[in-house]
C-alpha cells in the first residue's frame, strides 16, 4: 500500500456520547504522525457531496467533553447505490485522500465494508453506539454514558412510583438489543426487565405482580427494551390492563435523551484509546477493520466479523435480576 499522507474521518448513524472524544483521538494521533486531516461533515451524505474540512489540533479543542458530534450525522440513501459511492470515491481521489476513518455502528460499517471492496480503499472504523450491540469489543463507545443517564432517569422515577404507589413501565433504546435494558435493569434494582433476545411471557409477568403487591410490594420499576417481541411499553401495559387487576400503571419511554449529554469518564478513555489505535492500524497497513476493545486490550476485528456476527447477551444477567428480586 502506498504511503499514507492524508486521511479524513467522518461520524455516522446515530449519535453517541463520545463520538467528539473519537474524532479529537483520530485528529491529535494523526497530527503527531505529521499526516493532514480533514473532517467530513454529515457522514457519507457529506462524503457524496464533498462536505471536506480541514482539520488541525484547534479544530477539536475543548470538545472531549461534549455529546453528540460536531461533525453531524446524517442517514444517506444515496450511499447505498454503485453511483452515489462512486462519487464519495471520486470527492477522495480529487482530495488526494488516502484513508478513511468511520464512527458508527453496525449500518456504518456494513457501507465502509462494501465501499471498500468497491475501490479498494483503506478503512478503519470505531464503534460508536450506544446499543453497544457490535460484535468484536466489549463496549462500544457511548453505551456507559447511556446506561447512566438512563439510570439517573429511572431513579426519579422510581421516588414517584413509591409515592404513588405505582407500576411504572420504562422503555429504553436498544432496537434489536437487550444490553442497555439489562444493565440499566440491574443497576436500577428493576422488578423485572423485557429484552429483545428472550421472548416475552406476558403471563408470567403478570404473576409476578400480582406475587409483589401480596407481598406488599406497593410499586415496580419494569425495564422494557424498545425492541421487544411484545411491542413496547405500552403494548405491555395494555396486555397488563386486560388482566383486570387494580394496578395503578403508567409508562415512560425515555428516548433520545439516552442520546445525548456529556460523555462519561469511560467513554472519553474509550474513544481516547479506539481513536489512536485507529490510526496506528492504518499505519500498520491494515484496512475493512474496526477496533475494538476485549479485556482491556485493543483488538482489530474484520468488518465482515463484526457484521456477519451476533453478539449476545449474557443469561446471567437476566438471572441476576431474577435472583435481586426474590
Same mark, same amino acid.
Do not use: C, W
Given at each position: 500500500m502506498a504511503k499514507i499522507k492524508k486521511i479524513a474521518v467522518l461520524t455516522s448513524g446515530g449519535d453517541a456520547p463520545g463520538m467528539n472524544a473519537a474524532i479529537r483521538a483520530v485528529v491529535r494521533k494523526a497530527l503527531s504522525e505529521n499526516l493532514k486531516v480533514y473532517g467530513i461533515l454529515r457522514g457519507y451524505e457529506g462524503l457524496i457531496k464533498g462536505d471536506f474540512i480541514p482539520m488541525n489540533s484547534k479544530s477539536v479543542g475543548n470538545i472531549i467533553q461534549l455529546g453528540g458530534t460536531i461533525l453531524k450525522t446524517a442517514r444517506s440513501e444515496k450511499f447505498r447505490t454503485v453511483e452515489g459511492r462512486q462519487q464519495a470515491y471520486n470527492n477522495l481521489i480529487e482530495k488526494e485522500i488516502d484513508a478513511l476513518v468511520v464512527i458508527g455502528g453496525d449500518g456504518t460499517f456494513k457501507?465502509?465494508?462494501?465501499?471498500?471492496?468497491e475501490h479498494n480503499f483503506p478503512i478503519v472504523g470505531l464503534p460508536g453506539t450506544i446499543d453497544n450491540d457490535l460484535f468484536g469489543t466489549d463496549m462500544t463507545i457511548g453505551f456507559d454514558t447511556a446506561i447512566n443517564t438512563a439510570v439517573e432517569a429511572i431513579?426519579?422515577?422510581?421516588? #414517584?412510583?413509591?409515592?404513588? *404507589?405505582?407500576?411504572?413501565?420504562?422503555?429504553? =433504546?436498544?432496537?434489536?438489543?437487550?444490553?442497555?435494558?439489562?444493565?440499566?435493569?440491574?443497576?436500577?434494582?428493576? *422488578?423485572?426487565?423485557?429484552?429483545? *433476545?428472550?421472548?416475552?411471557?406476558l403471563e408470567q409477568l403478570h404473576?409476578?405482580?400480582?406475587?409483589?403487591?401480596q407481598r406488599k410490594k406497593t410499586s415496580s420499576i419494569i425495564i422494557v427494551a424498545e425492541g421487544d417481541d411484545a411491542g413496547g411499553a405500552f @403494548?405491555? /401495559? /395494555?396486555?397488563? @390492563? /386486560?388482566?383486570?387487576? *387494580?394496578?395503578d400503571m403508567k409508562v415512560t419511554v425515555l428516548g433520545h435523551i439516552q442520546r445525548g449529554g456529556s460523555p462519561t469518564a469511560y467513554?472519553?478513555?474509550?474513544?481516547?484509546?479506539?481513536?489512536?489505535?485507529?490510526?496506528?492500524?492504518?499505519?500498520?497497513?491494515q484496512r475493512?477493520? =474496526?477496533?475494538? =476493545?476485549?479485556?482491556?486490550?485493543?483488538?482489530?476485528?474484520?468488518?465482515?466479523? #463484526?457484521?456477519k456476527h451476533h453478539k449476545s447477551i449474557d443469561q446471567?444477567?437476566?438471572?441476576?435480576?431474577d435472583i435481586l428480586n426474590t
Open positions: 457501507g465502509a465494508r462494501i465501499f471498500a471492496e431513579d426519579k422515577i422510581r421516588d #414517584t412510583a413509591a409515592s404513588h *404507589e405505582r407500576i411504572f413501565f420504562i422503555e429504553v =433504546m436498544g432496537r434489536d438489543a437487550g444490553f442497555i435494558a439489562l444493565r440499566v435493569g440491574i443497576a436500577s434494582g428493576a *422488578e423485572a426487565v423485557i429484552v429483545p *433476545e428472550v421472548p416475552t411471557d404473576n409476578r405482580l400480582v406475587e409483589y403487591m @403494548e405491555i /401495559k /395494555k396486555a397488563m @390492563e /386486560k388482566y383486570g387487576d *387494580e394496578f467513554d472519553r478513555y474509550l474513544a481516547s484509546r479506539l481513536g489512536v489505535a485507529a490510526i496506528d492500524a492504518l499505519l500498520d497497513d475493512s477493520v =474496526m477496533v475494538g =476493545m476485549i479485556n482491556r486490550q485493543i483488538v482489530y476485528v474484520p468488518f465482515n466479523q #463484526t457484521i446471567t444477567l437476566l438471572d441476576i435480576v
